[in-house]
C-alpha cells in the first residue's frame, strides 16, 4: 500500500483531534477525504506527510515509516496544504527553480516546463506569483507538490477558490495523476468528490464514520438500487418482471415503475432493449440512490 495509517490518534491537549483511526491506499487510487471543519482531516494529512508529529498509531508511505524514516518518505510525497503558502514576490518559474532545488533535484529545467504545462501556467509563468489570481495561485501550489514528481499526493482542498471551469481543469489533471499515483484528498465541494472518486473516507469528531465506494455507500439501502421508469403508455408489471435482476417492482402510476435489484446498470441496458423490441416509448429512466450530500449529513450531524 502507498499509505498505510494504523491506530493513528493525535490530542491537542484535552481535545482528541484524531482518535485511533485507521485505512489505506494503494497505488492508482484517488481517495476523497472528507469531513466537516474539525473533524480531523487537516491534521491527519499533516502526520502523514511528516509535519506533525502523531501521539499514538503509526503511518507507512511506500512501505516506510513516516516516524522513523521522515525525510525518505517526504521526498515520497506531494503536499499541497490548505493555507497553499507561497512567495509572492517570486516569480512562477522562480520560485519553481527554487522547489526544485529544495529537492535537490539536477537538470529541473524540462521538468519545470512539463509540470507547468500539465497544471495550466503556461500563459502565467512570467508573472510574479503575487500578479495572480486565487485560482493561478492554487495551481502554483500544485505544480509544487508536482515538480519533484512524487509517488503519493496529499491535496488538503486543491480546488479552493476556483471558478467552474479552474476546477474542471484541475479535476483533469487530478483525475491523469491518479492513473500511475496514490492520490488522497479532501474538499468541501461534494460534486468534485463524486466526479472524481470511486472511493471516499468520512471522517467526523476524529473517528472515521464510512470507508467504502461510492456505489456501495449510496446503495438504497440492503444492497440495493431503485431504477425509476416511465413510458408514454401503459406497460404490463408481467413484462418488467422478466427483466434478469429485478426483484420486488411498484407501480408507482398507470406509466411509471420502481425497480429494486442489485444491477442497476444491467436493468437500464435491458429497458432500452425492451422498448426497441416493442416499440415501447420511454419518457424517463433513471437511477434512485442516496446523494453523497444526503450521506455527509447523515453521517456527520450531531446526534
Given at each position: 500500500?502507498?499509505?498505510?495509517?494504523?491506530?493513528?490518534?493525535?490530542?491537542?491537549?484535552?481535545?482528541?483531534?484524531?482518535?485511533?483511526?485507521?485505512?489505506?491506499?494503494?497505488?492508482?487510487?484517488?481517495?476523497?477525504?472528507?469531513?466537516?471543519n474539525?473533524?480531523?482531516?487537516?491534521?491527519?494529512?499533516?502526520?502523514?506527510?511528516g509535519?506533525?508529529?502523531?501521539?499514538?498509531?503509526?503511518?507507512?508511505v511506500?512501505?516506510e515509516?513516516?516516524?522513523?524514516?521522515?525525510?525518505?518518505?517526504?521526498?515520497?510525497?506531494?503536499?499541497?496544504?490548505?493555507?497553499?503558502?507561497?512567495?509572492?514576490?517570486?516569480?512562477?518559474?522562480e520560485?519553481?527553480?527554487?522547489?526544485?532545488?529544495?529537492?535537490?533535484?539536477?537538470?529541473?529545467?524540462?521538468?519545470?516546463?512539463?509540470?507547468?504545462?500539465?497544471?495550466?501556467?503556461?500563459?502565467?509563468?512570467?508573472k510574479?506569483?503575487?500578479?495572480?489570481?486565487?485560482?493561478?495561485?492554487?495551481?502554483?501550489?500544485?505544480?509544487?507538490?508536482?515538480?519533484?514528481?512524487?509517488?503519493?499526493?496529499?491535496?488538503?482542498?486543491?480546488?479552493?477558490g476556483?471558478?467552474?471551469?479552474?476546477?474542471?481543469?484541475?479535476?483533469?489533471?487530478?483525475k491523469?495523476?491518479?492513473?500511475?499515483?496514490?492520490?488522497?484528498?479532501?474538499?468541501?465541494?461534494?460534486?468534485?468528490?463524486?466526479?472524481?472518486?470511486?472511493?471516499?473516507?468520512i471522517?467526523?469528531?476524529?473517528?472515521?464514520?464510512?470507508?467504502?465506494?461510492?456505489?456501495?455507500?449510496?446503495?438504497?439501502k440492503?444492497?440495493?438500487?431503485?431504477?425509476?421508469?416511465?413510458?408514454?403508455?401503459?406497460?404490463?408489471?408481467e413484462?418488467?418482471?422478466?427483466?434478469?435482476?429485478?426483484?420486488?417492482?411498484?407501480?408507482?402510476?398507470?406509466?411509471?415503475?420502481?425497480?429494486?435489484?442489485?444491477?442497476?446498470?444491467?436493468?437500464?441496458?435491458?429497458?432500452?432493449?425492451?422498448?426497441?423490441?416493442?416499440?415501447?416509448?420511454?419518457?424517463?429512466?433513471?437511477?434512485?440512490?442516496?446523494?453523497?450530500?444526503?450521506?455527509?449529513?447523515?453521517?456527520?450531524?450531531?446526534?
Amino acid at each position: 500500500m502507498s499509505i498505510k495509517v494504523t491506530s493513528l490518534s493525535k490530542n491537542y491537549g484535552a481535545q482528541k483531534a484524531v482518535n485511533n483511526i485507521s485505512f489505506s491506499v494503494g497505488k492508482g487510487e484517488i481517495v476523497g477525504f472528507l469531513g466537516p471543519n474539525g473533524a480531523g482531516k487537516s491534521t491527519t494529512m499533516k502526520i502523514i506527510t511528516g509535519y506533525l508529529e502523531c501521539d499514538g498509531g503509526e503511518v507507512e508511505v511506500c512501505n516506510e515509516k513516516v516516524s522513523t524514516g521522515s525525510l525518505s518518505t517526504k521526498k515520497k510525497i506531494g503536499y499541497l496544504p490548505e493555507a497553499n503558502p507561497l512567495y509572492f514576490d517570486m516569480y512562477v518559474r522562480e520560485y519553481l527553480e527554487f522547489i526544485a532545488g529544495v529537492h535537490k533535484m539536477n537538470h529541473s529545467k524540462n521538468r519545470i516546463e512539463e509540470t507547468i504545462a500539465t497544471v495550466g501556467l503556461t500563459l502565467e509563468a512570467n508573472k510574479k506569483i503575487g500578479q495572480l489570481s486565487k485560482g493561478y495561485k492554487q495551481r502554483v501550489g500544485l505544480a509544487a507538490a508536482l515538480i519533484h514528481n512524487p509517488e503519493v499526493l496529499i491535496l488538503d482542498e486543491p480546488t479552493s477558490g476556483l471558478d467552474p471551469n479552474q476546477i474542471v481543469e484541475i479535476r483533469e489533471v487530478i483525475k491523469t495523476l491518479g492513473k500511475d499515483k496514490t492520490v488522497l484528498f479532501s474538499s468541501h465541494i461534494l460534486q468534485e468528490v463524486q466526479a472524481i472518486c470511486d472511493r471516499v473516507i468520512i471522517i467526523n469528531k476524529g473517528n472515521i464514520v464510512a470507508d467504502d465506494t461510492l456505489s456501495n455507500l449510496q446503495k438504497v439501502k440492503d444492497g440495493e438500487h431503485i431504477v425509476l421508469i416511465q413510458f408514454k403508455e401503459g406497460v404490463a408489471v408481467e413484462m418488467l418482471q422478466q427483466l434478469e435482476g429485478a426483484g420486488r417492482i411498484e407501480q408507482v402510476d398507470t406509466t411509471s415503475y420502481k425497480i429494486h435489484t442489485a444491477n442497476p446498470e444491467s436493468i437500464r441496458k435491458q429497458l432500452l432493449e425492451l422498448s426497441l423490441k416493442n416499440n415501447l416509448n420511454i419518457v424517463s429512466l433513471q437511477s434512485e440512490s442516496n446523494s453523497l450530500e444526503a450521506i455527509f449529513r447523515n453521517l456527520t450531524s450531531a446526534k
